[in-house]
């Protein structure tokens, strides 16, 4: 089935914004390069090196800058001493918060405005001096020379606490960040109907996004212009803010982002490293690279924040679902950043329950601040729901996979609007299929029967993730060159997950041209269109339609010319692969690069902009993760034998990149089932205390299954958009961990509530068993 | 008049191909920055030194290539070792016409195709070989450190012995590159109705195009992809010249040119150095930096091509011109380049005449090949023209001034079909009258009258050019941010010209905006759109409608946006500067910046195609120059003492840029008519005898006059395009060198028949005079 996704979309497909030409169907029927296996447009620059990524961008005269950052939780500044700094060798530039053309300038935290530079340190790695040296040494040694008075503050580094009267308070308005309720139905009359009512706590850690490449960009001034590179998921993002934070026009600030090592959502937006970094350029009037290092990145640019939730849950014995009561606190950090923002959204959502009732609370703690990480809270409410969901089909002797089946809803019940398409029961179906599910348990029932001290478990998950349709604004322009070779120009950065590769594949696809002819240019604000930022895994569904347009776009205007070529009317023409052809007659036809205007004129431009979303429904994409894991009972050491992830994110337009995307996501939610949290010193400092790789864990090579399996469930969309897909890159982490978690119950009958589930945390647990 | 420019254009104009929003006329009325004096809008980039130019260019590992050329006007290669290069120390990459891959590429010289390395070497500097090394100086090194036997083969270096029967041949089809013939009318008749007959022979130099910045580029390769830097005048014709000559898709080769340091069109294509960086480049696999040297660019980057040409011409004795006769032979050089074209046209079109006859012989030679030079052929007819008609004035009585008046032609006889305008007439009558031609005739007879040995001249020329009304392609994207800001992209090369200036001013005047706010990305064929390159004086009248239109696309969207904010209907809306008001309650109203839909979509996106030029007229710039000269009798030293050029070339979009235009092509037609010519040794070894600037002079800033000034004359030009605009680069040079040979002949009575007149040769002139 997989490897037919190419013929699977036949009819009923919608027209596009931009019509198709002649009478030929909108949608591809059958495809030549659509949902392959075809290797990245940019293999051989990423391999071979030669890409360039901000990290390796090098201009003549280029200094480097450092940043001096508060070393406490939370503090004051009271005095700020640059004058040595200033003296020592190869310092090009200084600032403090009472530079000149410095102080004045605001940073905005979603709906919080402060000062760029904070007296008022509130978290540990807030900015007070930045400095520019011929030397990356110089500039940190310069920086670091920076005599600075502080008043140190008490702090409180756990959320649990914030709320307590006698928590230090971070912000003058006391510590709550933000409240938010939703009810539907009566959870009394839910819970009252049920025949079993199960509660609990779940707590997951605060995981660190820490992608490959450091946070960072180039900033470089000519004139009243400035230019930067930065590492980044939008570059009209990161455009839009300088601009603002700096009150100059938006023309004048081109940020290029052609490459990047990695955001997960921490770099949908600059950081305020990108402001100091234009600053210093502007001061020292020389480009500067400001690359953070790796511990600044633990530190400041952003994280998953950690969420404790209480679910009360019932269900009857037929496995309907009456109420879910769910609560959740999480921290937003020092400032604004959602730490609690939809953690409850699989709870309203993903199963059908008519009465459900969510609170949540978040709170301002004295550390980095929370930003978007992949599927915002939707691992951390998987972790509790689908653990629920578990207990729940165990409670009433059901089996889990049909007491999922039995609850998929027929409509978004957290909208209250239809899906245009939901592929939920197919994942969980076809996917505990192709897993073996069946199997599998029996399996792992006679391992745990057996006298073995390794004891086996299967386990699953289900999702739905809150966006993934995309949607306008986006506009894309394709290039026809008269030799047929073509160019295409768009806005969206490719954040490693094979953008450019897709979008080749679309144009070539409906250009009827080899990939290899395809040139990408993108994420330019100066040269390439207008796209949002790339996250949200509304990146494909949002681009590929406008690149479809504009592909359509230019065979308009290649059927008008042609059909002056072939003295017919343009409307009884065809596209025939890269020929056009006088449907009446098919023996009078013309290739494209014979077009006498096309030849003339050398190129045609296609313009495409991405049409609108449908009203009345959502688009979602679905998924089911099914896992094996074997746990030995004497050391705690648990292993991940196998993973297959069944998702529905519409049709599929590389089948590798694809397939990459289930296997990362996969590994990430390994990490935060398994491995990563943030540990903060809460007793005595308040300062971090993993804040590199070797004492934040994330997962290595060892630490993930070599059988990981994906499986595109693709379903007929013709209301999403016209390519008919929707996003892979979130949903594909969400219910990694709470499978893993089932499963780990299945073989140890432990219920491990707190995530991440450690080899030590599995000894004590099963020593307290033992114990017990 | 001129400074009032801006409220010149009124009614009548048309309505360009992208329909004008709202019911406002198609054409600015009123302008607020169109016609002003604005200064380059990359004026701090030029004379801060930040602009960088291909000869700026540096990126890592990058190598330097040099180009060993055959030192002989006519020779073959029998053997080519480069075996002592390769272990040279630095060396990188070594290429002869035998490497792999190398062999089999071609060369196109206009319809002649050959190898790229020809073994038959037609003149001085064809290309033998090239190295990569390290150093410029390696490089160097190396590549004469190639050992070649050559078989020097007999010359022709005089183009008018070139047709002789004993003459060597360049080509074995002989020596005849092309003829032309044109006739209209009879020109028997027309000599025997004359009331006067004047025959003459004049003859003009070999000019080199010599432009500041040597000719060169940056070639780099990652993976398939090539990317070169490269000083040109049109970006996609060194794409196109480019992918065909190395076999690889247009979509492959990505060119940049933002700076370039003058062309004239010497750089409207690329050279065989462009393919052979490319070629180093791959085999080095580095970036190949190969500027040339300025010898290099006398011997074979182009020319305009010497001349000699017979006017006879009769005249009634009522200023009726009645028969031109003109015959003309001039050097393509060792391939098709060109040797006589256009020389013919100002006979032909200038002055109304109905009976005209031109032959002309184009011949090879054993010297670099003609390219187009700044209004190819023009300054070279004007030379004969133009000096004929003073003596037909002289001869039957007349103010020269009016006998050219009254030979204004009412359509274009070339081209047998009318002008759109015709400014000729103005140019004249307003010139003169604006110069003072009556007072400074009187001055001047006076002077001459006197016992000084200085004496006085004041001479004029007229001039159309052959092109110059633009045309499509072109294609033009103006992204307008929600701040208001503007970033335009364009493919088009600024080459010196004030391109950029002038399409900010026309966005800034179409969406109301200031010129600092727009940002103008251009000459990239990754990331631009298309453009034909900038020549023909095409540029202003080709890409300012373009931009035009794309301003009104944008205008178009930003009302349809409005009109959901204000609730109206989208034809009941007008822009008023940066705000749309409701025109049936102008209180109504909404700024650009607070449309609802811009702000929430960041951006917007306007497309502007070239529209179609008129099918039956043809669209001329016109122009007449007028100068005063001194010449001391007894030293042969000659002064410009000012010089005025009066020039309809349309609407003026920025005052400044257009009078440098005026101003710089009198300086050229200076060099022309007075210090230009290119010395071939046709005795001895038939090598170029100067070839640097010391040998081969252009006048400098002590040949031309402080006193020049520029008068345009602006003609509401409805057809021409919707900016009214027609191209001034090149007419601007045509008639200087025989307005000054004019005022010469007046100062001193000696008719200089030969360009370009020299102290020398005056001195020798007026000494014969004195022996006579």
């Not at 006391?174 to 009512?197: P, Q």
């Amino acid at each position: 089935m997989a490897e037919d996704s190419n013929v699977y979309y036949t009819e009923g497909l919608p027209v596009p914004e931009t019509p198709a030409p002649g009478d030929k169907p909108a949608f591809w029927k059958q495809t030549d390069v659509v949902g392959k296996r075809i290797p990245r447009v940019d293999a051989y620059e990423r391999v071979s090196g030669t890409a360039v990524y901000p990290s390796d961008i090098k201009l003549p005269n280029m200094v480097y800058g450092a940043i001096l950052r508060c070393p406490h939780p939370h503090a004051k500044v009271k005095k700020v001493d640059a004058s040595r700094a200033k003296t020592m060798p190869g310092v090009r530039a200084v600032i403090t918060g009472v530079s000149p053309k410095v102080k004045g300038l605001n940073w905005k935290y979603r709906n919080y405005t402060g000062p760029l530079f904070d007296s008022h340190c509130r978290f540990e790695g807030e900015v007070v001096a930045a400095v520019a040296a011929d030397t990356r040494y110089q500039a940190w040694d310069a920086a670091h020379a920076i005599e600075v008075a502080y008043e140190v503050l008490p702090y409180v580094a756990d959320y649990k606490e914030a709320l307590s009267e006698s928590a230090p308070k971070v912000h003058d308005g006391g510590n709550l960040a933000g409240m938010d309720e939703y009810e539907r139905g009566d959870i009394s009359r839910g819970f009252a109907e049920a025949d079993a009512v199960l509660e609990e706590t779940y707590e997951t850690p605060c995981q660190i996004h820490t992608p490959m490449e450091l946070h960072g960009c180039v900033a470089n001034w000519d004139g009243d212009r400035l230019t930067i590179w930065e590492s980044s998921q939008g570059v009209y993002a990161v455009q839009s803010n300088v601009a603002e934070v700096l009150g100059i026009p938006l023309s004048k600030v081109r940020v290029i982002g052609h490459y990047m090592g990695g955001g997960f959502g921490s770099k949908l937006k600059p950081g305020k490293y990108t402001v100091l970094a234009s600053l210093l350029a502007k001061q020292a009037a020389r480009p500067v690279k400001m690359i953070l290092t790796r511990e600044e990145t633990y530190l400041c640019v952003g994280n998953r924040p950690a969420n404790t939730m209480r679910l009360k849950a019932g269900v009857k014995s037929d496995g309907t679902l009456t109420a879910f009561e769910f609560e959740c606190i999480g921290p937003s950090g020092a400032y604004p950043g959602g730490g609690t923002a939809l953690v409850d959204w699989l709870v309203r959502d993903l199963y059908k329950c008519d009465n459900v009732r969510c609170r949540s609370k978040d709170v301002y703690i004295n550390a980095g601040t929370a930003r978007p990480f992949r599927a915002p809270g939707h691992p951390q409410g998987s972790w509790a729901l689908e653990q629920m969901m578990d207990a729940l089909a165990e409670k009433i002797g059901m089996n889990p996979v049909k007491l999922r089946l039995k609850n998929i809803p027929a409509i978004s019940q957290g909208r209250s609007e239809p899906y245009t398409t939901t592929g939920l029961k197919a994942c969980i179906e076809r996917g505990a299929q192709q897993f073996g599910w069946k199997n599998a348990l029996k399996r792992a029932k006679e391992q745990n029967q057996s006298a073995s001290h390794i004891k086996r478990g299967v386990g699953m998950g289900a999702c739905v993730w809150y966006v993934g349709g995309g949607g306008p604004p986006s506009t894309v322009i394709i290039k026809l060159f008269r030799d047929g070779s073509v160019n295409l120009n768009m806005g969206a950065s490719d954040i490693g997950t094979g953008t450019k590769t897709v979008m080749a594949l679309v144009t070539a696809e409906e250009l009827g041209v080899k990939p290899e002819v395809i040139q990408i240019e993108h994420a330019d604000t100066g040269t390439t269109q207008y796209a949002t930022p790339s996250g949200g895994s509304k990146t494909v569904p949002t681009e590929s339609p406008t690149v479809r347009n504009a592909a359509i776009d230019v065979k308009r205007q290649i059927l008008e010319m042609a059909a002056e070529d072939l003295d017919v009317r343009t409307a009884e023409l065809d596209y025939e692969g890269t020929e056009i052809v006088w449907r009446k007659d098919k023996s009078k036809r013309i290739r494209v690069t014979d077009v006498g205007r096309l030849k003339k004129r050398g190129v045609v431009v296609g313009v495409g902009y991405r049409g609108p979303n449908p009203r009345t429904k959502t688009v979602n994409p679905f998924g089911a993760q099914f896992c094996e894991v074997e746990v030995n009972t004497k050391t705690g050491e648990m292993r991940v034998l196998r993973f297959l992830g069944a998702h529905d994110s519409g049709r599929v337009l590389d089948r590798l990149t694809y397939d990459n995307q289930v296997f990362g996501g996969i590994v990430m939610g390994i990490g935060f089932g398994m491995t990563e949290f943030r540990q903060l010193d809460g007793k005595q400092t308040g300062k971090l205390c993993n804040r590199n790789w070797h004492d934040y864990k994330l997962p290595t090579a060892l630490d993930v299954p070599v059988d990981m399996e994906s499986l595109p469930i693709e379903i007929d969309d013709p209301e999403a958009n016209n390519t008919g897909t929707k996003g892979l890159g979130e949903p594909v982490t969400i219910p990694t961990a709470s499978a893993i978690a089932n499963a780990l119950y299945m073989a140890t009958g432990i219920r491990f509530t707190n995530a991440p589930v450690s080899p030590m945390g599995m000894c004590r647990r099963l020593a307290a068993r033992k114990e017990g």
